[in-house]
């Protein structure tokens, strides 16, 4: 099983990186969280596969932020630099102008209007319109595509999803009540020949705040997370590990999963 380490990068991300990069199989990296401005998901994943050319690397590819010029040059830069994945969502609203709405034949929308972005937000398909933009306009050959499946969902609806034009698919809401729909979920990825990660996304007395602000339940607790990966090891390809950026436990958490890994 591959540990992804779920990774925020900060001005020293390469400084970073280094520190848990013996411990982990890649990094699944996060595209300005919440809106604000923080070093590209896209730019960092690109130096990141640089320096280590083994590890799986995927960021994040926040569409609200960023119009269709910009959706495709990041994109390009991950194909040009051998990036393993992008995961196109929109993502939350920007902290500073107005949401950009790309479509699949590279028109896009700007949308100001609270109702207009809530109704596009809950919305399906505007993750497909990005990739379907990139694929074809862009012309994107080697990078694979993945998509969020929520446990908010049915197991029924993820899978319906992940049966569409997508290489791969992330967990979103992984806790002891929604392992049976991960297990659904995962059986038949491993059908279709699709990876299949979830966040796993461990609580501590430190992030419990940033827990309660996001509204994500927490997939475990640093004693019980090894029982859960027991649980899970063999319907999935990998987990993302996270304590949510705060670096010693995250470093406790990923030493914690080494007997997993292989």
């Known amino acids: 099983m591959k540990i992804l380490y779920e990774f925020i990068p900060k001005l020293n991300f390469v400084e970073a990186a280094g520190k848990v990069a013996d411990l982990v199989d890649g990094f699944n990296i996060t595209d300005s969280a919440s809106g604000i401005p923080a070093p590209s998901g896209t730019a960092c994943a690109c130096v990141l596969k640089k320096i280590y050319p083994d590890k799986t690397v995927i960021p994040m590819l926040i569409s609200n932020y960023k119009g269709p010029v910009e959706l495709g ?34 028109s896009c929308q700007v949308l100001s209007d609270p109702e207009e972005i809530l109704e596009y937000r809950r919305s399906t398909g505007p993750a497909e319109g990005v990739r379907d933009f990139l694929r074809g306009n862009c012309k994107l050959e080697k990078v694979k595509f993945g998509c969020l499946l929520t446990a908010r969902l049915p197991a029924e609806a993820a899978i319906e999803r992940i049966k569409g034009d997508w290489d791969f698919g992330f967990f979103l809401r992984l806790e002891e009540s929604t392992v049976p729909k991960l297990k659904e979920i995962g059986e038949e990825c491993k059908r279709l020949g699709k990876p299949l990660y979830p966040y796993l996304i461990v609580g501590t007395p430190k992030n419990q705040k940033i827990l309660d602000m996001i509204g994500w339940p927490a997939s475990a607790t640093m004693d019980t997370v090894e029982d859960m990966v027991a649980e899970i090891k063999d319907s999935v390809t990998g987990v993302i590990a996270s304590c949510l950026g705060f670096a010693k436990s995250d470093l406790k958490l990923l030493n914690k999963l080494q007997k997993y890994r292989g």
């Open 73 to 106: 040059a990041a994109a390009l830069a991950a194909e040009a630099m051998g990036v393993d994945g992008l995961l196109p969502d929109p993502g939350d609203a920007p902290k500073f102008g107005n949401l950009i709405q790309t479509r699949a034949d590279g």
